[in-house]
Nanobody
Framework: QVQLVESGGGSVQTGGSLRLSCAASGWTYSNYCMGWFRQRPGKEREGVASIDSYGHTRYADSVKGRFTISNDNGQNTLYLQMNSLKPEDTAMYYC?????????????????????WGQGTQVTVSS
């Protein structure tokens, strides 16, 4: 059974940094996508950054140049380094993962494309 557990959220001031972590257990897939999503109050869940098993990445335009997604395959851990944080980055951040068929090359970036989710970690950026 796959389980994802996020950590690293918190409260920072504008311009600050946070590093989110997502520990995956029960993960046996060699071809996969993993991603970070966020949900702001009253808004739909949106993709922030995704990475595939080859290290290819995709970012939302709003976070390009500020956020970096990475993973540590040896420890099955996904990271999101968030720099230059803005108040509009305030949201609940979720980790997601799923197996990707070997014939499919694109990086999953929509919530419906992921079956495994963490419980979320809150990020609050104050001005």
């Amino acid at each position: 059974q796959v389980q994802l557990v996020e950590s690293g959220g918190g409260s920072v001031q504008t311009g600050g940094s946070l590093r989110l972590s997502c520990a995956a257990s029960g993960w046996t897939y060699s071809n996969y996508c993993m991603g970070w999503f966020r949900q702001r109050p009253g808004k739909e869940r949106e993709g922030v950054a995704s990475i595939d098993s080859y290290g290819h990445t995709r970012y939302a335009d709003s976070v390009k140049g500020r956020f970096t997604i990475s993973n540590d395959n040896g420890q099955n851990t996904l990271y999101l380094q968030m720099n230059s944080l803005k108040p509009e980055d305030t949201a609940m951040y979720y980790c997601a993962a799923d197996e990707r068929p070997p014939w499919l090359q694109r990086i999953f970036f929509e919530p419906y494309e992921y079956n495994y989710w963490g419980q979320g970690t809150q990020v609050t950026v104050s001005s």
